[in-house]
């Protein structure tokens, strides 16, 4: 070979082996495989032998899937976007990461969906920190005792149906009885208590979580809280990943030391989109057709809700699971499951709705298993006789309507259960504080309203909040603190409530000389 060919061929290896040397990156391999066929949310993948479980996987049209069934032969892909473009025989190609979202501060007052991509016109969000959506629960050793309460703002849940931070309290009932409306009562009950709010909405109509982002932004609520959004027009996985998402969010405040409440709305819908994927994947149905490992889907995502010891960050998720029952079957499956899994439940009644007693919470059939540990001291004070009295008075109520005459000891049984019905009664979007409760509660539960006309309660109810708010301050105080209060307290709450019912009373017997005459 003469020589000038030699230093041609040389010279042309060394530029090579510059240009190599120069390269940011080396030779990386890439495991590709093949759509077989896609179906309503689904698609089946030929190849991926090294696939690993829930990976993300990229397909072609920016379609990104989630690796759920991992088949000796194929793999069973759950769709994270709109799956129409995606044709057989397109290629698919693994990411070596799992499913994630960006996480922290920056997501406050935000909505966005399952994935981290905004919905909302406030730009994209910038976050350094990302975790996985789905996360193993904390051990039991990590777990502390659930001793704080978490104040609803509604009387009867705070003093009846208790809650603490760290609990998980499930709110079940039919379709349009005011479930949305206790967890958005309870978010907007949040404001100054340092608890971050998270609402999660899965398989709901557009509209209606437009209005809830309304509510809390009249509210002034949406600056303490996310809004996780997967509605009823978003892919079956996108439902599917949407709660462990809302979990994963909280999870990063919890590890900080921060309390943090959950609201999943509603798991009804998860349940039914999961569904739908497992036997789009030809997943063995079981019961309804839901496949087996539904109660696992929940349970998992359920164990993540707990107070932390302080040695592992201190901070609480609370989480409120929201379920819609049909025509009130409360022994149907994804109930029953949810029932099992929670600490308690908090049941709405159409009857109750339909009569407007509002909120609608059926006292009998709802029930907080841990939370009586973190109420206030003198809410236990209250519950034990408005609990009993309001027992008994629905059953005498019933016995009632099939007698004319009652001796007169039921006859006040019956007057003063009314009275407590009047009481418990509240509107929407009107949080009361721990004094304005224990106030009213004292008055009824001591015949302070016994000589006022049903019609009039209202306006007592007003005016004793008005005069706890106004004379009570060192009471007040001492409620919140969780002191236990002396007999000097308690008179001192009569006294105010009775001075302030007194012109209701006077009117009324005024009246009624009236009417003699």
């Not at 997943?283 to 109660?295: L, N, Q, T």
Request: net charge negative; glycine share 8%; charged share 25%.
């Amino acid at each position: 070979m003469p020589q000038n060919y030699s230093t041609i061929i040389r010279s042309t290896f060394d530029l090579i082996q510059e240009q190599i040397g120069k390269s940011p990156q080396g030779l990386r391999f890439d495991e590709t495989g093949t759509v077989l066929n896609t179906g309503e949310g689904i698609a089946v993948v030929d190849g991926l032998p090294t696939v690993k479980a829930d990976e993300l996987l990229a397909f072609p049209h920016g379609v990104m899937g989630m690796a759920y069934n991992l088949d000796e032969k194929e793999v069973g892909v759950i769709l994270l976007d709109e799956g129409e473009a995606i044709q057989a025989g397109d290629e698919v190609r693994r990411t070596r990461r799992v499913l994630d979202l960006p996480v922290g501060e920056q997501l406050l007052g935000r909505v966005l969906d399952p994935l981290g991509r905004p919905l909302d016109d406030k730009g994209p969000i910038y976050s350094r920190t990302r975790l996985p959506v789905e996360r193993p629960a904390p051990p039991i050793m990590h777990r502390a005792k659930v001793e704080t309460p978490l104040q609803t703002g509604i009387k009867t849940i705070d003093a009846l149906i208790p809650i603490g931070r760290g609990q998980r309290e499930l709110i079940l009932g039919d379709r349009q009885t005011g479930k949305t409306a206790i967890a958005v009562d309870t978010i907007i009950n949040q404001r100054d208590k340092d608890v971050i709010c998270i609402y999660c909405a899965i398989g709901k109509q557009n509209a209606a979580i437009a209005k809830v982002i309304a509510d809390l932004e009249g509210a002034g609520a949406m600056d303490y809280s996310i809004v996780v959004s997967a509605s009823a027009d978003t892919p079956a996985g996108i439902q599917f990943v949407a709660p462990y998402a809302a979990t994963s969010i909280g999870e990063y405040f919890m590890e900080r030391g921060r309390d943090v409440l959950v609201v999943y709305d509603d798991l009804t819908w998860h349940a039914r989109a999961y569904r739908q994927l497992a036997l789009l994947l030809r997943r063995p149905p079981g019961r309804e057709a839901y496949p087996g490992d539904i109660f696992y889907i929940h349970a998992r995502l359920l164990e993540r809700a707990t107070p932390l010891k302080e040695e592992h960050g201190g901070g609480s998720l609370t989480a409120f699971p929201i379920i819609e029952t049909q025509s009130q079957n409360m022994s149907a499956f994804i109930p029953t499951n949810l029932i099992s899994i929670t600490d308690g439940q908090i049941y709405l009644s159409p009857q109750l709705f339909q009569r407007d007693i509002l909120p609608a919470i059926d006292i009998g059939l709802s029930v907080s298993r841990v939370g009586g540990a973190a109420q206030l001291p003198y809410y236990r004070h209250l519950s034990k006789n408005l609990k009993l009295s309001y027992s008994q008075f629905q059953e005498l109520e019933i016995f009632s309507r099939f007698s004319a005459r009652m001796d007169e000891s039921s006859r006040k049984i019956i007057e003063r259960g009314r009275r407590v019905r009047e009481v418990i009664k509240q509107p929407q979007y009107s949080p009361m504080t721990v004094t304005e409760q224990v106030a009213e509660l004292l008055a009824v539960n001591e015949g302070v309203l016994d000589d006022i006309a049903l019609d009039d309660i209202p306006e007592a109810k007003r005016m004793i909040r008005a005069a706890a708010n106004r004379e009570l301050e060192r009471v007040a105080g001492r409620i919140e603190r969780g002191e236990h209060l002396q007999d000097e307290d308690r008179e001192q709450l009569l006294r105010v409530a009775k001075e302030a019912t007194d012109s209701l009373i006077h009117r009324e017997k005024k009246e009624a000389d009236y009417a003699a005459d």
